[in-house]
């Protein structure tokens, strides 16, 4: 065991060094830079390249396409714990499960979502991405798009009765996303799930359409309004933290 976590250390040294050189750098180079004799410093240039984590290019060594892929996942995971603990903050906050969603490439994306036992979120039991017109959260990423975006989502995901309380059809829904007020809170009762009341506010993250949602149960209606309020007014200080989300 000692020996393979010397071996990953020095490998991980030798990433290092050739991180740093943006055109790359010859394995004797590298070696130096390391800290690692020649012969072990050939050895794991030769295995990282035949692994896909580097490149020979022109007698130097670059970072390969692996590496790559390992850089951003690294930072892909550090984005979504930031939104996840932000998330956490304001679901602490308000006293609701707090949601997190964006519509990106013509489909709507929960990007987080953060409850407690004690205040369990809601069950997909039908697929957000799809019903987006039965769901808060669809509802008001839906009414921030242009006609043509949202004919175009329509015509993928038609318009289904998901509860006895869903809307009927695409006329009625386009009627009721004209009624909104811009950037005004978008509220259902149990039109997605029977026993669940939620509430969405849009927000705006660089040109995506993006929202924030909370859900309460049915027995607790009567705190909707409050509750998205509160959420309104803290909003503002999670946005810098929810701009990452858009390339995650």
């Known amino acids: 065991m000692p020996t393979l976590i010397g071996s990953v250390q020095r490998a991980l040294r030798l990433l290092e060094a050739v991180g740093s050189h943006s055109e790359g750098a010859p394995a004797k180079q590298l070696a130096r830079e390391a800290g690692l004799p020649l012969p072990t410093a050939y050895h794991l240039l030769r295995t990282l390249t035949h692994e896909g984590y580097l490149r020979r290019e022109g007698g130097v060594f670059v970072l390969g396409d692996a590496a790559g892929r390992l850089a951003g996942g690294g930072l892909q995971q550090k984005r979504r714990s930031m939104i996840l603990d932000s998330l956490a903050h304001f679901r602490d906050v308000v006293g609701a499960p707090v949601y997190f969603a964006v519509f990106r490439e013509g489909e709507i994306e929960v990007v987080g979502v953060s409850d407690t ?32 975006t949202r004919k175009d989502y329509f015509d993928r995901h038609p318009v289904v009765a998901v509860t006895p309380y869903t809307v009927r059809d695409q006329r009625t829904f386009e009627g009721r996303i004209r009624s909104l007020g811009r950037m005004q809170p978008v509220t259902e009762r149990q039109e997605y799930a029977l026993g669940t009341v939620c509430a969405a506010i849009p927000i705006t993250v660089g040109d995506v359409a993006a929202t924030m949602a909370i859900s309460l149960p049915l027995c607790q209606q009567e705190r909707l309004l409050y509750v998205v309020d509160r959420l309104r007014s803290e909003v503002g200080a999670l946005l810098s933290t929810l701009s990452f989300s858009i390339s995650i």
Do not use: M, N, Y
Not at 123 to 146: N, S, V, Y
């Open 117 to 148: 036992p004690a205040s369990p979120a809601v069950d997909e039991w039908a697929e957000f991405r799809a019903t987006g017109h039965a769901h808060a959260i669809g509802q008001c990423l839906l009414a921030q798009l242009d006609e043509k």
